[in-house]
C-alpha cells in the first residue's frame, strides 16, 4: 500500500526510454552501458559491482523545461535561470474546453495566474507514444493567450501537449513572448487529471547545464 506521502506526490513526467520519439524529426535518446556490472568486477572486490551508464540525447527529449536561452541567445540558460522560479511554485491546472485546439485568453482569463506554475490539462497526453501525438493538430497557447499570461506575471506555463505553439508557425509566438518575459515553459507533461484544480506545489529542476536552454526535468506536484 503507498503511504500518505506517497499519495500526495504526483508525477508529471514521461518515462525517457532508449530510442523513443518525443518531437517528430529529432532523434532519439541512445542509451546503454558506458561500463558493464561484468566488466566492474575487474576492479572492485568479490561480490561488488556496479553498472555506469551512458546516455547521448538531445536536450528536447521527455518532459522538459525550457528558458530564455532556447529561444534568445542572451537569456538565462539552464545553469543561470534562478531555481526558484522551477520548485516549489503555488499551482493551478487550466481545463480549455474539450477538443479546443488554440487556447486563446479567455479560456485563462478566469484564472489568477499572477506568481503561479499555470498548467494547461488538453489530455493530448494520451497520445503519447503513437504517431498521432507529433502528427499535427495538437493544442497550444495562442500569441494573445501568451501576452496575457505574461501581463499577469505568471511564474511558469506548462502544457501536457506536443508544443506550447502551433508547429505550423514558424515564428513561434507564446516561446516569444512567454521566454521573453523570463516565464519558464515546461512541455510534454502528463497525468494533470490527477491535479486537483488548485492546491498543490509544482516542481521542474533540471540539472545546472551551462550552454543549454532546453533539458529534460522530473515534473511533479506535492498536493497540500
Same mark, same amino acid.
Do not use: K
Given at each position: 500500500m503507498p503511504t500518505s506521502e506517497q499519495r500526495r506526490l504526483v508525477d508529471l513526467s514521461h518515462e525517457i526510454r532508449h530510442g523513443m520519439i518525443t518531437y517528430?524529426?529529432?532523434?532519439?535518446?541512445?542509451?546503454?552501458?558506458?561500463?558493464?556490472?561484468?566488466?566492474?568486477?575487474?576492479?572492485y572486490a568479490l561480490g561488488t559491482e556496479f553498472q555506469i551508464g551512458r546516455v547521448t540525447m538531445i536536450s528536447n527529449t521527455g518532459t522538459y523545461v525550457d528558458t530564455p536561452f532556447h529561444r534568445f541567445g542572451d537569456g538565462a540558460d539552464l545553469a543561470r535561470f534562478p531555481l526558484h522560479r522551477l520548485t516549489d511554485l503555488e499551482g493551478i491546472v487550466v481545463r480549455p474546453r474539450v477538443g479546443r485546439r488554440a487556447i486563446d485568453r479567455a479560456e485563462l482569463t478566469p484564472y489568477n495566474v499572477r506568481?503561479?506554475?499555470?498548467?494547461?490539462?488538453?489530455?493530448?497526453?494520451?497520445?503519447?507514444?503513437?504517431?498521432?501525438?507529433?502528427?499535427?493538430?495538437?493544442p497550444f497557447l495562442t500569441e494573445e493567450a501568451a501576452r496575457w499570461l505574461a501581463a499577469e506575471s505568471a511564474a511558469l506555463?506548462?502544457?501536457?501537449?506536443?508544443?506550447?505553439?502551433?508547429?505550423?508557425?514558424?515564428?513561434?509566438?507564446?516561446?516569444?513572448?512567454?521566454?521573453?518575459?523570463?516565464?519558464?515553459?515546461?512541455?510534454?507533461?502528463?497525468?494533470?487529471?490527477?491535479?486537483?484544480?488548485?492546491? *498543490?506545489? *509544482?516542481?521542474?529542476?533540471?540539472?545546472?547545464?551551462?550552454?543549454?536552454?532546453? *533539458?529534460?526535468?522530473?515534473?511533479?506536484?506535492?498536493?497540500?
Open positions: 517528430p524529426g529529432l532523434p532519439g535518446p541512445e542509451i546503454g552501458d558506458y561500463l558493464t556490472r561484468q566488466e566492474s568486477r575487474e576492479t506568481g503561479r506554475a499555470v498548467l494547461v490539462h488538453t489530455e493530448w497526453s494520451r497520445h503519447w507514444g503513437t504517431p498521432e501525438y507529433g502528427a499535427g493538430g495538437h506555463v506548462g502544457i501536457d501537449s506536443l508544443n506550447v505553439d502551433d508547429t505550423a508557425d514558424g515564428a513561434r509566438p507564446a516561446h516569444t513572448v512567454l521566454l521573453g518575459a523570463c516565464i519558464p515553459v515546461v512541455e510534454h507533461l502528463r497525468g494533470l487529471s490527477q491535479l486537483p484544480d488548485a492546491g *498543490f506545489r *509544482f516542481h521542474a529542476a533540471p540539472p545546472a547545464v551551462a550552454g543549454m536552454g532546453t *533539458f529534460p526535468v522530473r515534473a511533479y506536484a506535492v498536493l497540500t
